[in-house]
């Protein structure tokens, strides 16, 4: 790649992520129905395109992993997300602090930077979690920050993707279980299975549980803090509504870990699970999706190998594969009749095949 290009090529088919920041932004500059814009693009135009298309199973070539792999543009991509983020937050504190600003309008905008924090705060965050230098893990925590889900970041790297697809996992949700069953299981269990996972960490180092070294102590102690600070600094209506678009955010994570492994399970061998294969994840090839949200519905490669970047990540023939897109499906899950109507049918026919007859 030509050291004067900001972006490659190849690298240009992830550029409507940005689509995300931008209908946010809008939606924060506006007023009445239009506050809503952000909702309506995401959970409506989004899904509504991917019902039209299949999506490419195509994987790249072992020269053009290499190729991807060389080219700093998807990290480009990726690290830009982060400044957007932070923008995003101090004009939505800014208008939030705003006098005389109407309630639907601020409910609007609430929903905005909900959306913003699920897919910049958590999403972006996620993938710089894996990776392996201080300065990716570092802005992985200060996104997960602007949605107050720092503890994200121990439970889903050490607890998740151990546990992934067993009754261990609090984030993996069981066959017949509600999305909203799993809400308050998943969220819980979570929060707790970090402080059980940094715990033990301490123990085995042997050092204090209550010290300094305590990665969840100081987690509460940020958040509390930019709370604090924000409650001080923009008041209490500031502070309350910066609440409510992070539980948006934490809700759209959630609602993707419960369609991401939803009934299926991997078998117990003796006192140890079998290896996490392509079979034990919910994948999606649906172009849109893909692009929006980095090659998150690529999860079967995703929890395969966990080191692997975002745009080399691999179609399975082996995976069960969702209906449409990851937009689509979390709409689906909302309503749990139809959810269970249709994903138990998919998991008939796919406990049906070679692969899935193996399934827990």
Not at 159 to 175: F, I, Q
């Amino acid at each position: 790649m030509p050291s004067g290009l900001p972006l490659s090529k190849r690298s240009l088919r992830y550029l409507p992520v940005y689509l995300v920041p931008g209908v946010v932004f809008f939606s924060l500059t506006a007023t009445g129905v239009w506050t809503f814009t952000a909702v309506v693009v995401l959970f409506g135009i989004i899904p509504l395109a991917e019902c039209l298309t299949r999506g490419s199973t195509r994987n790249l070539t072992a020269e053009e992993e290499l190729e991807v792999l060389g080219d700093p543009s998807f990290d480009r991509i990726l690290y830009s997300l982060v400044p957007l983020q932070a923008g995003l937050l101090l004009f939505f504190l800014y208008r939030m602090s705003e006098e005389g600003l109407p309630l639907t309008d601020r409910i609007g905008m609430i929903t905005a930077m909900g959306m913003a924090c699920g897919v910049l705060g958590i999403n972006a965050a996620h993938e710089l979690g894996h990776r392996s230098s201080v300065f990716e893990r570092t802005l992985s925590r200060f996104l997960l920050l602007t949605t107050l889900y720092m503890h994200f970041h121990i439970e889903h790297n050490r607890g998740h993707h151990k546990n992934v697809s067993t009754d261990l996992d609090p984030a993996s949700s069981r066959y017949g279980e509600s999305v909203y069953a799993f809400f308050l299981r998943s969220i819980y269990g979570g929060w707790i299975s970090a402080w059980q996972l940094e715990a033990e960490r301490l123990r085995r180092m042997h050092r204090p549980v209550w010290g300094p070294e305590n990665e969840m102590l100081w987690y509460q102690i940020i958040q509390a803090g930019l709370v604090g600070l924000i409650f001080f600094g923009l008041g209490e209506t500031a502070a309350l509504s910066f609440l409510a678009a992070a539980l948006v955010g934490v809700l759209l994570l959630e609602t993707v870990n419960y369609i991401e492994h939803y009934g299926l399970r991997r078998r117990r061998n003796g006192l140890r699970y079998e290896r996490t294969l392509p079979a034990h994840s919910w994948n999606s090839n649906h172009p849109l999706g893909r692009a929006v949200l980095l090659e998150l519905s690529r999860h079967s490669d995703h929890h395969y190998q966990a080191s692997r970047k975002f745009p080399v990540l691999r179609h399975f023939d082996e995976s069960p594969q969702m209906p449409t897109g990851y937009p689509g499906m979390m709409l689906l899950s909302l309503v749990p009749p139809l959810w269970f109507l249709i994903m138990h049918r998919e998991i008939k026919h796919y406990r049906q095949t070679r692969v899935g007859a193996a399934l827990a």
